[in-house]
């Protein structure tokens, strides 16, 4: 999916044609959320080209992004976890925070 098709469908989702301004923005912040939470440095291509990562991280970042903006919380949140579940399926949740379960030393044997 390109971004120009996540915006278009962003739109339809929101059943909004007055954010046409904002959907770079709330695209952006998607970006930066996928680069924060995946440790990445990926770029927002141009419009005709296919997005760097899995379109569903996009599509619920972008979404949570818009209903922050338009200051509908429920949705909001809702986008949050459909992203937070779409991260779990990616397989790479929690990587490098405290509760990643392979952060820090490794176990000591004992007896050997």
């Known amino acids: 999916m390109t971004p120009a098709e996540m915006k278009t469908r962003l739109a339809q989702t929101l059943h909004r044609s007055d954010l046409t301004g904002q959907m ?3 695209m952006s912040d998607a970006m930066e959320r996928i680069n924060r939470d995946f440790h990445v440095s990926l770029v927002l291509p141009a419009d005709d080209q296919p997005l760097p990562a899995a379109d569903l991280l996009f599509y619920y970042a972008a979404l949570q992004s818009a209903f922050e903006y338009l200051n ?6 809702y986008a949050g976890k459909r992203y937070e579940q779409e991260v779990s399926w990616e397989g790479v949740s929690n990587t490098g925070k405290p509760t990643d379960q392979f952060a820090g030393l490794p176990p000591v044997i004992v007896g050997v």
């Not at 509908?72 to 949140?77: I, K, P, Q, R, Y």
């Open 72 to 77: 509908d919380g429920e949705n909001a949140m």
């Open 24 to 26: 770079g923005n709330f």
